[in-house]
């Protein structure tokens, strides 16, 4: 098939930046996204143009690097899925595809198409964590018993892969499905409770710090959220901050 | 010739690893403080180091070519980790543990190392749920366990199809606990291009910042090489497209030998190759054998008929199938280990029974496990007489529950509902369990230089299990390497911090310059993925699932051209002072080039088949791999000359005390 | 105020103050409905609030001070949040992912914030004047007929009811996200959210055909 490509070009962070139009053809619906670029990408370099840069690596869905606000939704019209996992097929002959960063304060350009999340990694360092050393002293793994229906509630909100598509998604660029994917995964399990008001007073601190919007639930980050994640896990959040502040 | 010393503490095989615990010598916590370490890589192996390092008080310094260190490839593992826990008490236990690893390994790994692998593996479990990995768990809320390839025991712990994503946030999340301390400094988007080597020992690295473009120097009194596997030689493989050999091969290039490089994990069941365009393959997880049966058609026209899209597999009944694993090997069935299970499937596609359009695909098929769990559900709710419907419904949601994730990526790559329809797969290159020779310290032949994870040539022999690579990094990471680094670091705690303007800092500085100078001034014609492309074809041709000694003599002349036509001909755009993927790239496969060169060498002296090195010269009748232990059982370690074909072999011969060695049998 | 500093303590307090004034809005609405069901009732009540010490020293106050909060802290909000984005997407989707009603709670709100200064000039202003500047005399049956006197022009009637819309709108979203916002997802949710929903369109109706019923009888 044949596409009109316009993606935006940004030489750093402190260029100004512009959606600039490329014409495609031979794409085949079988490709995924992010290798229609890499035809894209080879032919510029042919051409002796400098190939469009975005982040990606395990090109499976997992790993979080890709992104891509592509016609106006992050990782593309398919739901449930990264861009490195949209394949072309979802595109028709002849469509016009708007590829953009993904666009927050928090999330800085750095050249063309990729961005800056460390943001992200900054709100994890403030309480992303159990406090436990790694001697391998810990107690038996089977001595606390935890409920299967939390600990699948748990593991569903710890699938996160912090890829920023809610931030992307959110018209406020607010991080709280992100954090609170991270909260909720604690919050339901006995060996994180023991840091949960110190945790979520700590990661709101740091989210609010770098720069995000607040929530105004929408619900667009859930809807676009390549790993499902629940708005109930903000809700939780919301809860686990009230408690946390309430005690002080 | 042998130099190597792998420094295997004496003593009865059980006691060896608490022994020499005992005896190495510590560093006290306030001399801790005035120690650095530099860690490359934050998977499983490099974060899980870096974290507890940093708990114990070192200085840690993290690099990690993606935009965090939660996105290393490690994150990227599906089915799950292995430990000798016996929570299902059906036998389990450390010795079984090892004795699976080493016979798996198909008797080419270090005994004292797999067993202190076995030995730790179940502090792993108890250390990530007290982390707060979400692992799977049974009704009664305690963990729940399934079935790998090559044993006959359920000791893979699991977080769905997620495990090494959960592991390595469990990971990070410690190291996140570090950096928040100050204990540890992340470098991201850095990456390392060459070890700078002080008085003999390993006392910094040069790295790029990817952003910038700028050359930094970073000093320590050690560096821990925690990079990952190499699998990328092949183009196209499991590997997440950054994967590289870069740190391994530039501290090889420094003197560190390289073990058994062409020890290669072809996994068997990936998503298959659909078109030129592909730049990686998926992998489906080994945890889908427990369910799934694998089969091709019986008859050749109904291969072809399939293959023509004039047959669907569901027409076919039980006996038109040939569910070749299970009449080959009765005993473990679909069960059988990665190596067997892939040249199975390359065997009958070679013989005309793939399923795909270019024939080279096989089915797994889970219709039989629907059905059973749709029946066993039924039950389950009282319903004794459940309707097919009602059955394939209850099933689906069993099989929905344990592999979501997988069907899911399944269907939306192939646009081919798994549910309804047998998957296709095909073997691709996956894991490599060759790397860098170390100790049983984890030290490389360069002093002060470790090696963890994939990275080293590990404990997994000619082959690894499945769930045992998780088990591997992360036993490395938290358990080993923090102790045997104490040893060595004992004799430092005098010796203050390393000074970066020295004349070895000065010259490991200019030959990266020069090296990324060279690159960007080439100004050739081919972009470096036609580069890469063809250098994955030949080491698929010519050193992939089967190897003969003609074809790799072949491969090396081929690579050897390739690797000259890319330095004459390559062409990078953009300029060095910024983030430039394709100059990255290009350092990458700079050194693929070299080590793909190393790899065949090593194929073609390893006159025998072991593992996931099968050289067609040497298999028995039945076409199983044939060993030749009497003149191979040794680790082959490359030293490095200054071209990869001259490559100087050492030999660390293998010994078996605690194990009886025989031919490898899944019948 | 410090309570304040953080996102989700400003949540809270827009949830908060959002809910208060639901619970006003359907108080509001009982009594003007009274007005079509019968004149006097309406007169009888509207004296009550009018002149009960708790109603106009108390619980006036806190209402306009509940006003005029979630006013202002929704101000702050929308410019925190747009200052969160600085640079605008070229093409950006937000109706595949999210309604109209959630994303645009500013432009319902605002439109509600010129209807209440409207209904102030209507009713509050001259009502203030004629009982605390001009202190007229008490008189009971005067509401009903100032109310007519109200709806009789249709361009004021046709104002209303366009406000009541956004209202309509803005409680849509603002009703059970409030909840949300305050940490109460669980089962009882979906039920609840179908409650807000039916408040959010049947009080704006109401006071719409109110509205309508008042502009038509005369």
Known sequence: ??????????????????????????????????????????????????????????????????????????????????????????????????????????????????????????????????????????????????????????FNAATCIGCGACVA?????????????????????????IEATERVLNMVAQMDKEGFGNCSNTGACEIECPKGISLENIARMNREYLGASLKG | MSILDSKIPKGPLADKWTNHKNDINLVNPANKRNIDIIVVGTGLAGGSAAATLAELGYNVKTFCYQDSPRRAHSIAAQGGINAAKNYQ???????????????????????????????VSANIIDQCVA???????????????????????????????????QLLLGAYSA?????????????????????????????????????????????????????????????LSTNAMGSNVTASWKIHKRGAYFANPCYTQIHPTCIPVSGDHQSKLTLMSESLRNDGRIWVPKKKEDAEAIRQGKKRPIELSAE????????????????????????????????????????????????????????????????????????????????????????????????????????????AVHYTMGGVWVDYNLQSTIPGCYVTGEANFSDHGANRLGASALMQGLADGYFVLPYTIGDYLANDIKTGKIPTDTKEFDEAEKNVRDLLDKLINNKGTHSVDHFHKKLGKIMWDKCGMARNAESLKEAMSEIRALREEFWRDVKIPGELSELNSELEKATRVADFLELGELFAKDALDRNESAGGHFREEYQTEEGEALRDDENFMYVAAWEYTGEPGNAILHKEELEYENIEVKSRSYK | MAILSSSIARKVAMALSGLFLVLFLGQHFTINITSVIDPDTFNSWSHFMGHNILVQFILQPVLIFGVVFHFVMGLILEIRNNNARQISYKSFKGNKNSTWASRNMIISGAVILAFLGLHFYDFWFPEIIHKYVESNPLDATRYYPELLHKFESPVRTGLYCLAFVLLMLHLWHGFSSSFQSM???????KGLRAFTQFYAIFIPLGFIFIALYLHFIQ
């Open chain 2, 89 to 119: 008490g059906d036998g389990d236990s450390n010795y079984r543990l090892f004795y699976d690893t080493v016979k798996g390994g198909d008797y080419r790994s270090r005994e004292a190392n797999v067993y202190r692998l076995a030995e």
């Open chain 2, 320 to 427: 038109e199938r040939d569910y070749y694993l299970e009449r080959r090997y009765p005993s473990f069935g679909n069960l059988v280990p990665r190596d067997v299970a892939s040249r199975a499937a390359k065997e009958r596609c070679d013989a005309g029974f793939g399923v795909n359009k270019t024939g080279e695909a096989v089915f797994l098929d889970f219709a039989s496990a629907i059905e059973r769990y749709g029946k066993e559900q039924a039950a389950m709710h009282g319903n004794h007489n459940p309707s097919e419907v009602e059955v394939s419904k209850l099933g689906k949601e069993v099989i929905e529950n344990k592999y979501g994730n997988l069907f899911q990526m399944y269907e939306k790559i192939v646009d081919e509902n798994p549910y309804e329809t047998p998957m296709m797969i095909y073997p």
């Open chain 2, 175 to 235: 190291m996140n606990r570090q950096i928040n301390r100050g204990k540890i400094t992340p470098y991201n988007r850095h990456e390392m291009l060459d070890l700078v080597i002080v008085d003999g020992k390993a006392r910094g690295i040069i790295a790029r910042d990817l952003v910038s473009g700028e050359i930094e120097r970073h000093s320590a009194h050690a560096v821990v090489i925690a990079s990952g596997g190499y699998g990328n030689v092949f183009y």
């Open chain 3, 183 to 189: 940490g109460w997802n669980n089962k009882y949710s």
């Open chain 1, 169 to 193: 998604a959110c018209k406020n660029a607010s991080a709280m499905l992100f954090t609170s994917a991270k909260v909720s995964q604690f919050a339901l399990l006995p060996q994180g409770r």
């Open chain 2, 131 to 165: 982390q707060g990995v979400p692992f799977a768990r049974e009704y009664g809320g305690y963990l729940d366990n399934r079935s790998f390839g090559g044993v006959l025991v359920s000791r893979t712990f699991y977080a769905k199809g997620q495990t090494g994503q």
């Open chain 1, 1 to 154: 098939m044949k596409l009109i490509l316009k993606i935006w070009r940004q030489k750093n962070n402190q260029a100004k930046g512009e959606l600039k139009t490329y014409p495609l053809d031979g794409i085949e619906g079988d490709m995924s996204f992010l290798e229609m670029l890499d035809i894209l990408n080879e032919g510029l370099i042919n051409k002796g143009e400098e190939p469009v840069e975005f982040d990606h690596d395990c090109r499976e869905g997992i790993c979080g690097s890709c992104s891509l606000q592509i016609n106006g939704e992050p990782h593309g019209p398919d739901r449930l899925v990264t861009t490195c996992q949209l394949h072309m097929r979802m595109f028709n002959d002849g469509d016009t595809i708007i590829i953009e960063p993904f666009r927050a304060k928090a999330f800085p350009v750095i050249k063309d198409l990729v961005v800056d999340r460390s943001s992200f990694d900054r709100i994890q360092q403030a309480g992303g964590y159990i406090s436990v050393n790694t001697s391998g002293n810990t107690i038996d793994a089977n001595t606390i018993p935890i409920n299967k229906h939390d600990a699948d509630e748990s």
